[in-house]
Structure formats: structure tokens, C-alpha cells
């Protein structure tokens, strides 16, 4: 960490919830920083460790109003950390704090990386994502469904693993459903996918299933979802895709 | 962690090389654990750390025995670590490992996963990977030439943000130049790129660019090499690709 003239700001990733999750560098700049901000529920889960920290807290849409609260306040010279869950850059905050940090050219800005969801999800069920695979969201809250559907199209045509962030919401209750459908254009019904919830913490809950179980099964917004290549295989009680695609490789 | 009793082998993702970017949990496992198994380069980053601990070790083509050993030594009553660099099962050792544990029923396999090269590489180019993703290893030691060529088709095909491992090695010294062709196929040359050396250690190196001059460009083994979507924009010194194709989300 640099000498206590320059402003600085990182955006942190805090891995999927619980704070053994974190790596040593975000839990470092967590304690180096004089502020943290981030959305609520984050913001819970960090205070019982660190009770003296100054917290600027805000609700799930204000994203962008935090962002800027965070650079602002590192601009009055206060060390700051903006937290999120899972990594900072994966649909997370690093991208549009950049972009607005070209309005802050005397703060500098680290990104320190953190375990997100599709890793750790895949870790509970075995190893999913052992070969080549996507991370797609199912949200068209900033992104047209329609290139969500040539995604997955994609993704399935290239015998990709996948794995699904924000799989299900309120609003979009079908969204898994109607990715489902898509895909078993392309792919076996018999393909061996798998199901995380609240990872990392209380209810940690995981599921292997086929494709066409899957089409059946209705999701929450704290599911993520793993969906195998042709070569994906259910090995005791995990979820397995081969690293490799020649038969030597077990 | 559970009573003693019980036979535990834990798969743990080092992250990208310096203690300092495993996470907690990684950290208390490998302290743990009685013995340490896995290839030399990582097994020398951790020693000076846990100078008594049992190691074993041995050389980079010799995985499955390595896996096989590691097994074999918690069967044996030892309770041990596996450690991998990066993420556990991201062409990790978590599938093969888990695999062979068949023949162990009295071992229980834990995956402890870790920041892969692609979210750490991501944090020092920016934010890369801020919408839908794929990883795709130029590698064709395991897996079919036909096969990469087909999955960066269809990772152009979706404009998925692309990051690729094993992009270079001494007998694959064109390999980035071919899958670059594939990719300008249907990719601008404008696309914004970037390349990542040494994440994490001595001689980190980041460098921005096209992708008409990645194509021109020779990388090592050692180099993570991340592809932009269409959105995907140079902001400053950074690399990012907004979490979203709306006006509004800046």
C-alpha cells in the first residue's frame, strides 16, 4: 500500500459472502481503508469486524450514485474501499467506477479481485468449470433478451460449460425456463447440470440435475447455475467436466 | 474443519502466486493440513511460510500421479492439501482428483476455490470481464484443435468478452496468431484487447491494445490474453466492458 498523500480508492471483491471467503489483499485493504462503502447487505456482513470504519451505505439501485460517493470521498483525501460480492469486475462495480473516475484524475483506483460466483459455486458441486466455459447472465435489466438468446445459442453451439448468473427474479420467473429451451436445441437433455444457492453462507444448499430437470425446476435470485459440456459427468455425488477430451485424461 | 478422524483431502486454488491472493479459507486449510502436495513452482511459493509441514512433490506432466499420491496420503490418515495455482477446478486438478476418488470411498474431497487468472488478470487491466464471459484455453495437449477453433467461433459469434489461457508455449508458438485470425473473422480490429503477464508476481506486466495488433503480437506461456466485446472501451489506463448495452448504464 502507497504512502498516506496519495487518494485512493479500491474497489474490492468480497467472494460470496462469509468473510473467510476474502483473499489475504482484500481483507488488508479493508483494514487499511479509513471508509467503506457498499450496497447494505455487504456492508452487514463486514461491520461486526471492523465496528470503527466510517460506512456510507445504499440501497441495490443506486449503483451509480455510489460509485461516485465512494470517489468522492477518497478525492477528500479519505483512503476508501467500494465493496461488492464476488469479484469487483464480474457485472461488478470496477467497470462503471472507472469510467466515472475519468471525472477524478487525482484518485488513483485498484481493483482487487475476489472469488466470484461461478467459482465458487463450482468448488460446492466438484468441478464444473474444468474445461472452457461462459459466464452469462439471464438479467436484461441493461441488455436486450434477444442477445442474451444468441448468447446461450452460442454458448451451446460451442459445447461450452456454463454457468448462469441472476437466473431468476421476481419479474422474471421464466428467464431459466425459456435459457433451458435454447439450449436443448443444441444439447442432450441428459446433460448433467447443477444448481448452488446462498453460497458461502447459511442455507448453502447445491443439487445436481439433468438439462431436462433443470427446464422444470423453478430458481431464486440467490441460485447460480452450472450447466455442463457433452463431456460433463456426475462422479459420486459432484459434478465433473473433464479437463480434456481425449480418453487418457480419465 | 471436522474431527480429527476423518479422511480429508482438500483441493485448494493458490490464486495467482503470492500468499497474499489466497483467500482466508485457503490460507487456514493448507495451515491445517499435516501435508502439502502439488507441482514445485507452487510448493516453493509456500514453504517459506510453512517450513514444517510434509511436502510432496513432483514435476509438471505428472498430474494424475500426483493426484493418485495425494489420495492415497489421506487414506493413509494424513490430512492433506492439493494445491493448484489459480482456481481449484478451472483446469485445475479438482475433476481428475475427484474422478480417481472413486477408488477412495473413505476419503472426503473438499474444492476450496481460488481467484483464477481471469479475475486477476481482469483487476489489473480494469474491468474486462464486466458482461457475459467466456475462458477458453488455446491448449490442445487435451483437447482437439477443431474443438478451440469452433469455441472461439462461437464466443465471436455471441460478442462475449473472451479471456485466453495457454495462449502461446514453445510448440504452439502461433497459436494466438491463429485464434486471432478465427476471431477477425467476425470481430473489428478496433476490438479493444489486453494482455497480462505475470499476474500476481516479479515482473507483473500489463499492456492494452487492438486486435489487429494483438495479432501481430508474440506472447509466452506465462501470459493471460483478454478479447473485448463490441461494447468494450479504453478508459484511461484501463480496459472495460460496461455491464450493460443501455445509454444510461454509462
Known amino acids: 500500500m502507497s504512502a498516506d498523500s ?6 474490492v471483491g468480497l467472494g460470496p459472502g462469509a468473510r473467510q471467503k476474502m483473499t489475504q489483499e482484500a481483507i488488508d485493504v479493508v483494514e487499511a481503508c479509513e471508509v467503506i462503502a457498499g450496497y447494505k447487505v455487504y456492508i452487514d456482513l463486514l461491520k461486526p469486524y471492523y465496528p470503527d470504519k466510517e460506512y456510507l451505505v445504499n440501497g441495490m ?27 469487483a469486475g464480474v457485472y461488478g462495480m470496477a467497470g462503471i467506477t472507472l469510467e ?13 479481485p475476489g472469488v466470484t460466483a461461478a467459482l465458487s459455486g463450482a468448488a460446492l458441486l466438484g468441478a464444473p468449470l474444468g474445461h472452457d ?6 438479467s436484461d435489466l441493461l441488455t436486450p433478451w434477444e442477445l442474451i438468446e444468441r ?14 448468473y441472476n437466473p431468476s427474479s421476481h419479474k ?10 435454447i439450449l436443448l436445441q443444441k444439447k442432450s437433455g441428459d446433460t448433467i447440470c447443477g444448481i448452488t444457492r446462498n453460497i458461502g453462507r447459511d442455507g448453502e444448499e447445491k443439487r445436481i440435475l439433468t438439462l431436462d430437470e433443470l427446464l422444470e425446476t423453478q430458481v431464486d435470485m440467490f441460485t ?27
Open 172 to 181: 422474471r420467473h421464466d428467464y431459466l425456463q425459456k435459457a433451458c429451451q
Open 133 to 138: 466455459f461462459t459466464v452469462i447472465s439471464l
Open 224 to 250: 447460480t447455475v452450472f450447466i455442463g459440456n457433452s463431456q460433463t459427468r456426475k462422479v459420486g455425488d459432484a459434478m465433473v467436466t473433464p479437463r480434456g477430451y481425449r480418453r487418457d485424461n480419465a
Open 100 to 112: 466515472l473516475a475519468t471525472e477524478f484524475p487525482e484518485v488513483d483506483v485498484h481493483v482487487i
Open 61 to 87: 439501485r443506486q449503483e451509480v450514485e455510489r460509485c461516485r460517493l465512494a470517489l468522492e470521498t477518497a478525492a477528500g483525501g479519505k483512503k476508501t474501499a467500494l465493496v461488492c460480492s464476488g469479484d
Open 6 to 11: 496519495k487518494k485512493e480508492l479500491y474497489i
Open 151 to 164: 448468447r446461450l445459442a452460442a454458448a451451446a453451439e460451442g459445447d461450452f460449460a456454463i454457468c448462469l
